[in-house]
């Protein structure tokens, strides 16, 4: 005990001091109590400094005694988060044991459940800091300990002066060691009823999925606006139960604090709600644990922040006096809501709604702007397996020339907009998109070969880009459809150009420990060279940046989420005689295969299934180089067809960016630039390392199988193959 004692000589403050500080205990100091004793406002010196804190004088009759006090120094001593009480100091004279903290200027979460200013973002923000503070004790990084607070509730959630939450009130905190057998403790009860995990209180064995339910339930009390229990004629009345069954029968607005209900987008309160009663499962094994709540509640925080950017257009009472349904009666929130969703104007011919970031879309319908159609008679369909939110339907041109005129009345100004042809595919044909437009003025038609899938299910054909100067633009578009003779158009949207914007993460490399794979040893024994390190950390790391393994055919290592990731060289993937073999020193292998005068080439692999992380979608890129000065302005797709599939699919992809006409209004100028689908799946993208690579296959590991194989056929019947030259086939999570 007295090495124990030395070791945190420097937080020791004389009783004097705290007496004088806290004008010797006087009542009018007292901020706040509990079983544990009372907590006491003041300003005194300590070894960060000077300034106010908070003093907690312990009662020797409460729970939190002798051995209690020194854990909880202990554990804030060693284990020092943003998001976790500082201690500033102790005193353990005359029968005193008093704890000094960094003072919470805007005293614990519970004080401000029911403040009707107390705002949704507010709210997320505070959950998402404790749930940091919470994940950081379950995986105390570096002490080879997990820490179990064991009391979690909104009391023990503190705010200091810009509403940063902190975790406090560790005195019943449990620590468990990293090579602790067992996956919790027999314990004496702890916690505080209503909060307490029902499997703790029947079993006495505390877990890390114990503190889970107890923040689920803060979760829900941030949600409702108040305490999960009250307190009446003697009788507590415990509201969790109640809360869990609202949810399940999809009544979710009828616990939700009224005060909140204006300002939550619906994304950001779908994805808190379901994450918050997931830590209310009964079964340990299936409540998330703390990482993943960090990287739900960010998720909502994200979405809510979004759609507070989001404003009302300046024009939005001309659109509402043409909608097609009542819109005078909504609040401002509501229509912002419904705007991002879309609404239907101009007598439901065309579909308006805004982005995250505030610029204008327009669809409009295609029987708006049909001009002439080389049938006689126009033939629309209004199927519900082709569902349009126009009432007329979608058009089925059969094979056959259609022209279009096309007026816009609310875009942005200044902003860079895609022009889409919007359509399905009739009976879902598996087909390749050969779609031939012209714009009036122009000589030559322009091919559009890809679509991109939306999330009401209809296709999207990028035709033109243009950067718009005023509300309203004004084209002529011829359609040739023999090559598409199953099309069925809804109309042409015009869509912002889409910006990648990078999602919140969480601090992941904090949980590195979590994401050393449990076979390390194993694959390490496969590496080409010898791996050395001094420890665990550092092995870490080398596995994320990567080795050779298997006699230098494959590299292995961990993506940021600790997932599995191989390359296999061309050697071990392509069929050798087919190529030639060179060198390159910006290679990880050997040998690439260079440049092969073929219409077509195959891929067949396969490998140890130990080498992917177990039931997981991985993605397979082909990663390559093309020659430079070769340019087509629509490059044709090259198929692949996956050999071990019943189906034999066929499905598309480019090695080639293809590239949209960028026109002016006046369509006196045009230039192409690459189209703007970031997200589409078989589109080549440029990596970091200067090379080339494309999503060519996907697919679900299994544990039941002990090899992966895969075999692919690529052929290409235009010049989409010419120059190859492959490094290596990559498998890594979608």
Same mark, same amino acid.
């Given at each position: 005990?007295?090495?124990?004692?030395?070791?945190?000589?420097?937080?020791?403050?004389?009783?004097?001091?705290?007496?004088?500080?806290?004008?010797?205990?006087?009542?009018?100091?007292?901020?706040?109590?509990?079983?544990?004793?009372?907590?006491?406002?003041?300003?005194?010196?300590?070894?960060?400094?000077?300034?106010?804190?908070?003093?907690?004088?312990?009662?020797?009759?409460?729970?939190?005694?002798?051995?209690?006090?020194?854990?909880?120094?202990?554990?804030?001593?060693?284990?020092?988060?943003?998001?976790?009480?500082?201690?500033?100091?102790?005193?353990?004279?005359s029968g005193e044991m008093i704890l000094v903290y960094k003072y919470a200027f805007n005293k614990s979460l519970e004080r401000h459940?029911?403040?009707?200013?107390?705002?949704?973002?507010?709210?997320?923000?505070?959950?998402?800091?404790?749930?940091?503070?919470?994940?950081?004790?379950?995986?105390?990084?570096?002490?080879?300990? =997990?820490?179990?607070?064991?009391?979690?509730?909104?009391?023990?959630?503190?705010?200091?002066?810009?509403?940063?939450?902190?975790?406090?009130?560790?005195?019943?905190?449990?620590?468990?060691?990293?090579?602790?057998?067992?996956?919790?403790?027999?314990?004496?009860?702890?916690? =505080?009823?209503?909060?307490?995990?029902?499997?703790?209180?029947?079993?006495?064995?505390?877990?890390?999925?114990?503190?889970?339910?107890?923040?689920?339930?803060?979760?829900?009390?941030?949600?409702?606006?108040?305490?999960?229990?009250?307190?009446?004629?003697?009788?507590?009345?415990?509201?969790?139960?109640?809360?869990?069954?609202?949810?399940?029968?999809?009544?979710?607005?009828?616990?939700?604090?009224?005060?909140?209900?204006?300002?939550?987008?619906?994304?950001?309160?779908?994805?808190?709600?379901?994450?918050?009663?997931?830590?209310?499962?009964?079964?340990?094994?299936?409540?998330?644990?703390?990482?993943?709540?960090?990287?739900?509640?960010?998720?909502?925080?994200?979405?809510?922040?979004?759609?507070?950017?989001?404003?009302?257009?300046?024009?939005? =009472?001309?659109?509402?006096?043409?909608?097609?349904?009542?819109?005078?009666?909504?609040?401002?929130?509501?229509?912002?809501?419904?705007?991002?969703?879309? $609404?239907?104007?101009?007598?439901?011919?065309?579909?308006?709604?805004?982005? $995250?970031?505030?610029?204008?879309?327009?669809?409009?319908?295609?029987?708006?702007?049909?001009?002439s159609t080389a049938n006689e008679f126009q033939h629309y369909i209004t199927s519900p397996e082709y569902s349009s939110r126009f009432?007329?339907?979608?058009?089925?041109?059969?094979?056959?020339?259609?022209?279009?005129?096309?007026?816009?009345?609310?875009?942005?100004?200044?902003?860079?907009?895609?022009?889409?042809?919007?359509?399905?595919?009739?009976?879902?044909?598996?087909?390749?998109?050969?779609?031939?437009?012209?714009?009036?003025?122009?000589?030559?038609?322009?091919?559009?070969?890809?679509?991109?899938?939306?999330?009401?299910?209809?296709?999207?054909?990028?035709?033109?880009?243009?950067?718009?100067?005023?509300?309203?633009?004004?084209?002529?578009?011829?359609?040739?459809?023999?090559?598409?003779?199953?099309?069925?158009?809804?109309?042409?949207?015009?869509?912002?150009?889409?910006?990648?914007?990078?999602?919140?993460?969480?601090?992941?490399?904090?949980?590195?420990?979590?994401?050393?794979?449990?076979?390390?040893?194993?694959?390490?024994?496969?590496?080409?060279?010898?791996?050395?390190?001094?420890?665990?950390?550092?092995?870490?790391?080398?596995?994320?940046?990567?080795?050779?393994?298997?006699?230098?055919?494959?590299?292995?290592?961990?993506?940021?989420?600790?997932?599995?990731?191989?390359?296999?060289?061309?050697?071990?993937?392509?069929?050798?005689?087919?190529?030639?073999?060179?060198?390159?020193?910006?290679?990880?292998?050997?040998?690439?295969?260079?440049?092969?005068?073929?219409?077509?080439?195959?891929?067949?692999?396969?490998?140890?299934?130990?080498?992917?992380?177990?039931?997981?979608?991985?993605?397979?890129?082909?990663?390559?180089?093309?020659?430079?000065?070769?340019?087509?302005?629509?490059?044709?797709?090259?198929?692949?067809?996956?050999?071990?599939?019943?189906?034999?699919?066929?499905?598309?992809?480019?090695?080639?960016?293809?590239?949209?006409?960028?026109?002016?209004?006046?369509?006196?100028?045009?230039?192409?630039?690459?189209?703007?689908?970031?997200?589409?799946?078989g589109l080549p993208k440029q990596r970091s390392d200067g090379w080339m690579e494309v999503q060519v296959h996907e697919f679900q590991?299994?544990?039941?199988?002990?090899?992966?194989?895969?075999?692919?056929?690529?052929?290409?019947?235009?010049?989409?193959?010419?120059?190859?030259?492959?490094?290596?086939?990559?498998?890594?999570?979608?």
């Amino acid at each position: 005990m007295e090495s124990f004692v030395k070791e945190f000589e420097h937080l020791k403050i004389p009783l004097e001091e705290i007496k004088s500080a806290t004008d010797d205990f006087d009542k009018t100091k007292v901020i706040g109590g509990g079983g544990f004793g009372l907590v006491y406002r003041g300003e005194l010196s300590h070894f960060k400094g000077y300034g106010m804190v908070a003093i907690k004088r312990l009662d020797r009759k409460s729970l939190q005694g002798y051995p209690e006090f020194w854990d909880e120094i202990a554990v804030l001593a060693l284990h020092t988060h943003e998001k976790l009480i500082t201690l500033l100091g102790f005193c353990i004279e005359s029968g005193e044991m008093i704890l000094v903290y960094k003072y919470a200027f805007n005293k614990s979460l519970e004080r401000h459940l029911s403040s009707p200013g107390f705002t949704w973002r507010q709210r997320l923000k505070i959950c998402l800091d404790a749930a940091m503070g919470l994940s950081y004790l379950h995986d105390a990084r570096g002490t080879k300990e =997990t820490i179990i607070h064991t009391d979690i509730k909104s009391s023990n959630i503190l705010l200091d002066a810009d509403l940063n939450a902190i975790v406090s009130d560790l005195g019943l905190s449990k620590t468990i060691p990293a090579n602790w057998r067992q996956t919790g403790l027999v314990t004496n009860p702890a916690g =505080t009823h209503g909060y307490c995990d029902p499997m703790f209180e029947e079993t006495c064995i505390l877990t890390k999925e114990s503190d889970v339910y107890s923040f689920g339930v803060v979760l829900l009390e941030v949600l409702c606006g108040k305490l999960c229990y009250e307190c009446s004629n003697g009788k507590i009345k415990i509201f969790v139960p109640v809360w869990k069954e609202s949810y399940g029968q999809n009544k979710l607005q009828e616990i939700i604090f009224d005060a909140l209900k204006q300002q939550m987008d619906q994304y950001s309160l779908k994805t808190y709600s379901d994450i918050a009663f997931k830590c209310l499962h009964r079964s340990r094994e299936e409540r998330p644990t703390m990482p993943h709540v960090v990287e739900e509640l960010e998720t909502a925080l994200a979405y809510q922040e979004l759609y507070e950017r989001a404003k009302l257009p300046k024009d939005y =009472t001309k659109m509402l006096l043409t909608a097609a349904g009542p819109l005078n009666d909504m609040s401002e929130s509501e229509l912002k809501m419904l705007l991002l969703k879309g $609404i239907l104007i101009d007598s439901g011919k065309t579909w308006f709604s805004r982005n $995250i970031n505030g610029d204008h879309c327009e669809m409009i319908s295609i029987a708006a702007c049909l001009t002439s159609t080389a049938n006689e008679f126009q033939h629309y369909i209004t199927s519900p397996e082709y569902s349009s939110r126009f009432a007329v339907g979608c058009y089925e041109p059969s094979g056959a020339k259609f022209k279009t005129h096309v007026r816009t009345q609310f875009l942005s100004p200044q902003i860079t907009y895609t022009v889409n042809l919007v359509f399905k595919i009739k009976k879902n044909k598996k087909q390749g998109i050969v779609i031939e437009h012209k714009l009036e003025g122009e000589k030559a038609t322009s091919y559009s070969f890809l679509s991109g899938e939306r999330e009401d299910g209809w296709l999207t054909a990028e035709l033109y880009r243009f950067t718009s100067e005023q509300s309203t633009v004004d084209l002529e578009i011829m359609f040739y459809t023999k090559y598409c003779p199953n099309l069925l158009v809804e109309g042409i949207e015009f869509q912002p150009e889409k910006n990648v914007h990078m999602q919140p993460i969480s601090n992941k490399e904090i949980y590195w420990k979590q994401k050393l794979p449990k076979d390390y040893e194993d694959i390490i024994k496969w590496s080409k060279d010898s791996v050395r390190w001094e420890n665990t950390k550092d092995l870490y790391y080398i596995f994320c940046r990567g080795f050779l393994i298997n006699y230098g055919e494959e590299w292995f290592s961990l993506d940021k989420d600790g997932k599995k990731c191989l390359m296999l060289s061309a050697r071990a993937a392509l069929q050798e005689d087919k190529w030639n073999w060179i060198s390159l020193a910006e290679t990880r292998f050997e040998e690439v295969a260079d440049y092969c005068n073929l219409r077509n080439f195959g891929i067949f692999c396969k490998f140890r299934s130990k080498l992917l992380s177990p039931q997981t979608t991985y993605g397979t890129y082909l990663v390559y180089k093309l020659p430079e000065g070769y340019k087509i302005a629509k490059p044709p797709p090259v198929q692949v067809v996956d050999k071990d599939s019943h189906s034999k699919e066929v499905h598309n992809i480019f090695l080639r960016t293809p590239q949209s006409p960028f026109i002016s209004c006046n369509v006196k100028n045009k230039a192409f630039c690459p189209s703007n689908i970031p997200q589409m799946k078989g589109l080549p993208k440029q990596r970091s390392d200067g090379w080339m690579e494309v999503q060519v296959h996907e697919f679900q590991t299994r544990d039941t199988i002990k090899m992966i194989s895969t075999r692919l056929k690529f052929s290409s019947y235009d010049m989409g193959l010419e120059g190859i030259t492959v490094q290596c086939l990559e498998f890594r999570p979608v």
